[in-house]
């Protein structure tokens, strides 16, 4: 088998050398490489002050601002009543006429219940007074809601 021949070191034309190595360039003892530009750093003594600067805002002061006359403020207060179910016993509401918040009085009378009631008896038999009884007893009559402050009809709760 052959064997290549050994390869000389050359450089072709218009090509630099090659850098000095490190322990070349740190030989020589020197802080900097030599041909270098670097200026050194600079010295300063202690206990200089600093330099004076003349004060130079950056911006302007802030301009007082006339204060904005803004209308007046006006609150609106929405009430919202919100209606309210009669039925058989006394409900808080407020009172359309007197616009007070008001417990209604109560006013029963005879309704189609109760005479529904009184003919469902007559039919079974109870026509000597027992079929009267339906007009005595509230929970079959209709109800109507009054204002106790201006005594006017506020609503009616009918049973049928």
């Not at 609150?75 to 407020?94: E, H, I, K, L």
């Not at 109560?106 to 038999?125: D, K, Q, R, T």
């Amino acid at each position: 088998m052959a064997s290549a021949p050994p390869l000389e070191p050359c450089i072709p034309a218009g090509f630099a050398a090659q850098p000095p190595s490190y322990a070349e360039a740190m030989g020589a003892g020197a802080p900097y490489p030599q041909g270098s530009a670097a200026p050194p750093p600079p010295v300063y003594k202690a206990g200089a002050p600093y330099p004076a600067q003349a004060y130079a805002p950056m911006y302007p002061p802030p301009q007082p601002v006339p204060p904005i006359a803004s209308p007046p403020v006006v609150s609106v207060q929405t009430v919202y009543v919100q209606p309210t179910s009669f039925g058989d016993v006394p409900a808080q509401t407020c009172c359309p006429v007197c616009a007070q918040t008001v417990v209604t009085r109560l006013e029963h009378s005879s309704g189609s219940m109760a005479w529904l009631v009184c003919a469902g008896l007559c039919i079974i038999g109870c026509m000597y007074g027992c079929c009267l009884i339906p007009f005595c007893v509230d929970g079959l009559k209709d109800v109507t809601h009054f204002c106790p402050n201006c005594n006017s009809a506020i609503g009616t709760f009918k049973r049928l």
